[in-house]
């Protein structure tokens, strides 16, 4: 079945970083766009960056010029690399792997990230 599991989250101080892993399993991952959304308690998920199996990227204005994603196509994992962190970025972040051949979504467990001094 199909298993992302995601890793790197923690409490950091502003200004810090953080690097978010995604290991995908059960799914043929080059098909796969590939995203990082968050959620905070009573608003609703928000995409965060996205990432192709041809490597094209995407990134909520947010987030612009600060976080970073890729992907390992050969070890079926994506990355989100979270520099110059701000309270405001504290949520808990989702790994979703988006099927383009069906349209499926999977998602994983969810990370804590916490920017707090």
């Known amino acids: 079945q199909v298993q992302l599991v995601e890793s790197g989250g923690g409490l950091v101080q502003p200004g810090g970083s953080l690097r978010l892993s995604c290991a995908a399993s059960?799914?043929?991952?080059?098909?796969?766009?590939m995203g990082w959304y968050r959620q905070t308690p009573g608003n609703e998920r928000e995409l965060v960056a996205r990432?192709?199996?041809?490597?094209?990227?995407d990134y909520s204005d947010s987030v612009k010029g600060r976080f970073t994603i890729s992907r390992d196509n050969s070890k079926s994992t994506v990355y989100l690399q979270m520099n110059s962190l701000k309270p405001e970025d504290t949520a808990i972040y989702y790994c979703?792997?988006?099927?383009?051949?069906?349209?499926?979504?999977?998602w994983g467990q969810g990370t804590q990230v916490t920017v707090s001094s």
């Open positions: 979703n792997a988006h099927d383009l051949r069906d349209r499926n979504d999977a």
């Open positions: 059960g799914i043929t991952f080059a098909f796969n766009v």
């Open positions: 990432i192709t199996g041809g490597g094209s990227t």
